[in-house]
């Protein structure tokens, strides 16, 4: 089966998922087609002969303010579907990727191909960006219109059919992790060289943007650092890496505070953490948790979204109200200065982070994708006989 995949090549959660999904897929011997306008973040791992990356070139022109992906983009999925004969296009978050699949699919009708698409909601394209009405109606027509949809959380799911008026099924298939990736690894000379007195760890990654509200991060390792040694490692870039950083220095924890920036090989860092911190706003799944419970880190996070399908209060980390830093800290006091607690989270991360393992999660994409083209061809001949019915 040849697969296209559309997604941000970037080092958002849904951009990462669908390039480990792309590698995942491509093990078990699909031929899978990038389709985005740079080289995947996480494809740089390693050389993997069944994929192919198709880099959608954006032209600007005095014109235009604001250069027309989307058009370039529909126009690269129809060249690709065609010369490279994919049988299905796979697109992760919904803008504009649903939007263009539905317009290539368009476009490849009247030249008499036809294709399915299926949309994976990721999270802020329906709970932040999707639902906003500059987007809303194109959002909800295309998600409409894709031959399957799915959504990475149970929660993401409610939160879709309470928002937008769908009027098809949504699957839902969570995130997964490749454990044979994210493993905890001897790191002791990362560790002796970051915690010299062997203060505990704690760590948070993300793209600091708002909705991660980096500023608790800080405010929580305040309280956690005022009782017990430790230091935060911050991994990941954003908007509000500066304001993170001032306000660490305003509160005179920036030399117990280590800005790493992006990080590729992010399981070595996990490896030496005994804390990972997701204070969000709002959070479908938390794919850069499951990474660290992978790597047999507990949760110290907010209690909003998809996160407490995979932080289980009390037994993998804990979960409090958004926003309540007093809380936050407490947990993570409680488990930094009980190390018997704290190992047995331990465990327990690692073997909730294996329910999520990618060996379970890829046979659903598999089974979808099967579905969707036998249902998909079925339509394409009730189609052909219509239209030979209507010239009778
Ligand atoms: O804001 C982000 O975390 C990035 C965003 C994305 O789409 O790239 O992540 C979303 O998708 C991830 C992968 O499915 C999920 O793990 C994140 O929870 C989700 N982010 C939010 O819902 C805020």
């Known amino acids: 089966m040849k697969i296209g995949i559309l997604c941000y090549p970037t ?14 897929l491509s093990d078990k011997g699909y031929e899978v087609h990038f389709i985005t306008y740079k080289q995947p973040v996480r494809l740089t791992l390693g050389f993997h002969p069944n994929i192919y990356f198709h880099e959608v070139k954006v032209p600007t022109y005095p014109l235009f303010d604001f250069p027309p992906y989307e ?16 049988d299905l296009l796979h697109v992760h978050y919904a803008i504009p990727h649903a939007s263009a699949a539905y317009f290539a699919r368009q476009i490849l009708r009247k030249k008499g191909r036809d294709i399915p698409f299926i949309t994976t909601l990721h999270g802020t394209d329906i709970t932040l960006v999707g639902r ?11 998600i409409n219109e894709s031959d399957a949809i799915t959504a990475v959380s149970q929660n993401l799911k409610e939160e879709t059919l309470r928002e937008f008026q769908i009027e098809k099924d949504i699957c839902v298939i969570p995130n997964f992790v490749d454990i044979k990736r ?4 001897d790191k002791r000379h990362f560790k002796q060289m970051l915690a010299p007195e062997g203060e505990k760890i704690l760590v948070h990654v993300s793209n600091f943007r708002a909705v991660k509200r980096v500023p608790d991060v800080i405010r929580i390792f305040q309280k956690v650092h005022a009782e017990v040694p430790s230091k935060l490692l911050m991994i990941g870039d954003g908007p509000e890496r500066q304001a993170a950083e001032d306000l660490a220095r305003s509160l005179n924890l920036y030399h117990d505070i280590r800005f790493l920036g992006k990080q590729e090989q992010i399981s070595e860092i996990l490896s030496i953490a005994d804390l990972f911190l997701l204070p969000s706003e709002t959070e479908s799944f938390g794919l850069s948790a499951l990474e660290a419970m992978s790597c047999m880190v507990p949760l110290i996070s907010s209690n909003t979204g998809g996160i407490p399908e995979i932080n289980i209060h009390g037994k993998t980390g804990f979960l409090s109200p958004v926003g309540d830093v007093d809380d936050m800290a407490a947990n993570a006091i409680g488990l930094l200065t009980d190390d018997a607690k704290l190992t047995l989270f331990k465990k327990n991360a690692i073997a909730h982070a294996k329910k999520f393992e990618k060996q379970h999660i890829i046979p659903l994409y598999e089974k979808l994708y099967c579905r969707v083209l036998k249902e998909h061809s079925a339509e394409k001949n009730a189609r052909l006989l219509c239209n030979t019915k209507k010239h009778e």
Not at 11 to 16: A, L, P, T, Y
Not at 132 to 142: C, K, N
């Open 71 to 86: 058009t370039a983009l529909t126009s690269t999925m129809v060249d690709v579907i065609l010369n490279q004969n994919l």
């Open 182 to 185: 994210f493993h905890q690894t």
């Open 132 to 142: 906003d009405a500059t987007y809303e109606p194109v959002v909800t027509f295309s």
């Open 11 to 24: 080092f958002g959660g849904s951009g990462v998922l669908a390039t480990e999904l792309g590698m995942a």
